[in-house]
């Protein structure tokens, strides 16, 4: 079954190529040169341009790490509007430097070859210059609409004024981009005469634009409705069926507080190793005054701007899922908040992950009674005053609404949803960066089969074969090469598959324990409305997330360990197959990608550190009534670092294989690698001298964080599994 879906789709469909003439081996020496890239030289004035685009580049990039260091710091609205952005950013740096192309050679064997069988499967393929010209400086990152205006001037059945209000809809459809709509516009570039029309493209955005919000039910929240909220600003309501629940969960709640001879958890009792004082009735509101209050002394860096926006979502949607007791008005104004982008300051460190998080989401909690800090409109205010400017009035927390509040996993599953979302990401960019490798260091496709990987079907496993399989298509690179006496490729680059494979299975893994939680009551104590009672319960503790967590950096790690060995084989002329040393035709007066390969292997380690798992360590706390904690936001923490550090160790190899696989000319790679190579160059011109290189990784790592090189390679090759 594994094989025959890899062998399904567009692979599947087409007709069997013509016999082949032998293919001419690239058989060299490990001491015999590679003959450079020939490209014309670039005048004076062109290099010029591209070290100020590059400057232009550098200090936007600054003001961005600025912000990143500050997350908080960022006017209402302006996150959306540069993730918007950040694709077309990229073009306006890429065109000051697009390099000159390389000739489409004609006349040698293997090529010609390729160019026959290329003719019999009716593959599109360059037949001059030109064509590569246009190959190489189309600005993949650039916004699809863009370039759906440019296939409307070529087709001539849009009009530009039809793409400009496509565009405008769009806009206006979410405070963001909309990945459907994006596929729509994908599948329109491929179309031959049935593909997804305008009108089509049109009623998605429709669609989309009349979902105004995104609803909290308690049941239906998503990692995608997570990553909309908290990175691109979408708007959010309680549903009215949310209302109904809660109002009845807040009777029961009344009841319990007001003449109620039992002692209840949080409502009138004290908490932790207090949980035997009573509290008399008229204190019960000034007891959850006192909890948020105490409770709220977080110390360190505070958390990014989207984790925070994600764990005031995620929060709602717990309340909003009618087993807590809060009042509606109180969800209300969390969910304002949200809207409105006043978002609590919240110090990263003091959640041991038991009883929740409750240290962070105390400091979450505090600006909805007027006390704490928030950010709003990039300005760092007295929680009072952020209110105050986005015209909201804090609320009087009453019986068991503080408890409520601060009881929870939510900032561990924010860490753990925002994670996931960058890391399939990852994922995607591990198979290109890899199938890019494998040609620069003129590896076999061999060990990608589908019927190798059918004899161990694992999930991860087939999908990441599957995706280099595609991106090696018709490389004649790989043909050219295809008799040579060489017999096995190097463990990064054969057993690519069952790396990548597993780390994708231990995504699969996350994501289940993930989105579970993203709808789950994790209170304490929990109002069982059918059954009429307030119950003690455990739901809160992080166990599940933080082993979750581990994972999900382990995951992360390996996708840059074996990585980070293929830029090892890419610059070591002793393992490279005939590339020039660290990837510079001059070394020596030049160290070319030396350090970058340094800064790997720095990456790397200290991702191996970082993923000790913090879910295996415990602490008492609360005088031992709190005797087992999961260490959860440790973990979260730990991920985090994790996950930025594989995006930059990513980064290098694609900088890196980019490079190498221009010494390989005048034979191309397979459209997979050619639309990443174009990408990568429209961020970092071909290092021939040496230059600082790390704005070029920096650039890179966003663009696959961002996911505008994963839309890039897509554009040309199809969607990737």
């Known amino acids: 079954m594994i094989a025959k879906k890899a062998l399904s789709g567009r692979n599947a469909r087409r007709p069997a190529a013509a016999a082949q003439p032998p293919r001419q081996c690239l058989n060299r020496r490990l001491d015999e040169g590679v003959g450079a890239l020939h490209v014309q030289p670039v005048d004076d004035g062109g290099e010029e341009r591209a070290v100020g685009g590059r400057e232009v580049a550098r200090r936007r990039l600054e003001d961005e790490r600025g912000e990143d260091e500050q997350p908080q710091r960022e006017p209402a609205g302006e996150a959306c509007d540069r993730d918007r952005h950040e694709n077309r950013n990229a073009y306006d740096v890429g065109r000051d430097h697009q390099p000159p192309p390389a000739p489409a050679i004609r006349g040698e064997p293997a090529v010609e070859a390729e160019d026959e069988r290329r003719d019999a499967v009716g593959e599109p393929h360059r037949h001059h210059a030109e064509g590569s010209a246009r190959l190489e400086g189309e600005p993949h990152q650039r916004d699809v609409v863009e370039r759906v205006a440019e296939l409307a001037d070529r087709d001539g059945d849009i009009e530009a004024t039809e793409v400009a209000t ?5 806009e206006g459809a979410h405070c963001g981009w909309c990945p459907g709509a994006e596929a729509l516009l994908r599948k329109r570039r491929h ?8 009108p089509e493209v049109r009623r998605y955005t429709r669609a989309v634009a009349q979902r105004t919000a995104i609803r909290l039910t308690g049941d239906t929240l998503t990692v995608a409705d997570v990553w909309e909220v908290a990175r691109h600003g979408a708007e959010v309501e309680v549903a009215d069926e949310a209302h109904a629940k809660m109002q009845a969960a807040r009777a029961l709640v009344e009841r319990a507080a007001h003449g109620a001879r039992e002692h209840t958890y949080g409502v009138n009792t004290g908490f932790g190793r207090f949980v035997s004082k009573s509290i008399p009735e008229e204190l019960t509101e000034e007891l959850q005054l006192r909890l948020l209050r105490s409770h709220a002394c977080g110390v360190g860096e505070p958390y990014p701007r989207e984790v925070v ?3 005031m979502l995620l929060r709602a949607n717990t309340l909003a899922k009618g087993y807590s007791g809060a009042r509606i008005a109180t969800v209300e104004l969390l969910v304002s908040c949200l809207n409105r982008d006043v978002v609590p300051h919240v110090p990263a460190r003091g959640s041991v992950g038991a009883s929740g998080d409750l240290a962070p989401l105390a400091h979450l909690a505090l600006p909805l009674i007027g006390e704490g800090e928030a950010w709003v409109d990039g300005e760092r205010l007295a929680a009072a005053d952020a209110l105050a400017r986005a015209g909201l009035e804090p609320v009087r927390l009453q019986a068991k609404e503080g408890l409520s509040l601060i009881n929870g996993t939510q ?25 890019i490798s494998v040609e620069a260091l003129q590896g076999s496709k061999v060990s990608f089969l589908p019927q190798i990987q059918a004899l161990r079907p694992l999930r991860g496993q087939a999908i990441s074969a599957e995706n280099v399989l595609r991106l090696l298509e018709g490389s004649a690179i790989i043909e050219a090469h295809r008799w040579c006496d060489r017999v096995q490729d190097a463990y990064s680059l054969r057993c690519a598959p069952q790396v990548h494979g ?29 059954d009429d009672m307030l119950v003690s319960n455990g739901n809160f ?20 360990n074996i990585s980070e060995r293929r830029v090892e084989r890419l610059v070591n002329p002793s393992l490279s197959n005939g590339l020039p040393a660290f990837l510079t035709p001059d070394g020596g007066l030049n160290s070319g990608f030396m350090i970058p390969q340094y800064v790997s292997a720095s990456l790397v380690s200290e991702n191996k550190v970082l993923c000790h798992p913090a879910s295996v360590d415990s602490i008492p706390t609360s005088a031992g009534q709190e005797d087992h904690v999961s260490m959860g936001n440790a973990a979260g923490l ?6 930025a550090n594989a995006e930059s160790a990513l980064a290098i190899e694609l900088l890196a294989a980019a490079q190498a696989v221009e010494f390989l000319a005048p034979l191309e790679p397979g459209p997979g690698s050619r639309a990443t190579r174009a990408f990568v160059r429209t961020l970092s011109p071909r290092l021939r001298d040496d230059r600082q290189l790390a704005g070029d990784i920096e650039l890179v790592a966003r663009a696959i964080a961002d996911g505008s090189l994963l839309a890039a390679v897509e554009s040309d090759v199809g969607e990737l599994a």
């Not at 179309?191 to 305008?198: A, K």
């Not at 997330?545 to 950096?553: I, R, S």
């Open 166 to 170: 496509l565009a405008d809809e769009l």
């Open 191 to 198: 179309r031959v005469g049935h593909g997804p029309s305008l």
């Open 309 to 311: 926006r994600a764990a």
């Open 411 to 435: 900032f561990m599953a924010a860490l753990g949803a925002l994670g996931l979302f960058r890391a399939r990401r990852l994922a995607k960019a591990a198979d290109i960066a890899c199938a």
């Open 502 to 530: 597993a780390s994708r299975d231990l995504l699969d893994y996350v994501d289940y324990t993930i989105s579970v939680e993203l709808n789950a009551a994790t209170d304490n104590p929990l109002v069982l409305v059918e």
């Open 541 to 560: 503790h992080g166990q599940p997330l933080a082993f979750a967590l581990d994972a999900l950096a382990m995951a992360l790690a390996e996708l840059a």
């Open 638 to 643: 730990k991920m985090w670092q994790v996950l």
